[in-house]
Every structure is written in C-alpha cells, then in structure tokens.
Nanobody, 119 residues
Framework: QVQLVESGGGLVQAGGSLRLSCAAS????????MAWYRQAPGKQRELVAS???????DYANSVKGRFTISRDIPKNTVYLQMNSLKPEDTAVYYC?????????????WGQGTQVTVSS
C-alpha cells in the first residue's frame, strides 16, 4: 500500500503562485511514476504533470512554462510549483502514483487539495 497526502492548496489571485506538496509513505520503493491531476467542477479529471523514476517530466500543454513538477527523493515528496496562475486553473488537484506489484501496476490517489484562482 501507498499513502499520498497532498497539501498547499488555497485561494490566490490571478498571476500568483502556489506550491503543492505530495508526501508518499508505505511501499514507496517500487513506485514507477508520480503525477498531478486536476478536476474542475463539471469536467473530467485531467493530467497536469508527471515525473517518472528516471526523472523525466511531462506537462499538459495548458500549463507548460507555468508549472513545474519536481521531487525530493529523501523526503519521498513530489511538488507542483504553479506560477502565473489563471482562473481556469481552479480545480481540485490530486496526487497519483503508479507502483509495480508482481506483474501488475497499482494506482494510488491522494485525497485532493483545492486550488482556487480569483480573477
């Protein structure tokens, strides 16, 4: 099992910044990748950014150049630095990880943290 706990959400004005954190605990040695997703009201959950075990990152086109995903391996924590925030970034942000388990890949989700960007 892997437990993911997000923090760092809140209310910010357009143009501002926030940093989200996701602390992982449990069976973390076999985590292959971690990612941030978001879900706005009435919309499907979408991938925002991801980072794999080798350190490569990927971003949704809508956040490229504004958001940065990073990790602190000793702290088992992944971060999402969000700059130049826009009202359309308002959503619940979820941390997700994939873990290898024998011949399967298990997916774990955090509880989510609300980000609200006011215009």
């Amino acid at each position: 099992q892997v437990q993911l706990v997000e923090s760092g959400g809140g209310l910010v004005q357009a143009g501002g910044s926030l940093r989200l954190s996701c602390a992982a605990s449990g069976s973390i040695s076999s985590i292959n990748s971690m990612a941030w997703y978001r879900q706005a009201p009435g919309k499907q959950r979408e991938l925002v950014a991801s980072i794999i075990s080798g350190g490569s990152t990927d971003y949704a086109n809508s956040v490229k150049g504004r958001f940065t995903i990073s990790r602190d391996i000793p702290k088992n924590t992944v971060y999402l630095q969000m700059n130049s925030l826009k009202p359309e970034d308002t959503a619940v942000y979820y941390c997700m990880c994939r873990r290898s388990y024998y011949n399967s890949v298990l997916v774990y989700w955090g509880q989510g943290t609300q980000v609200t960007v006011s215009s």
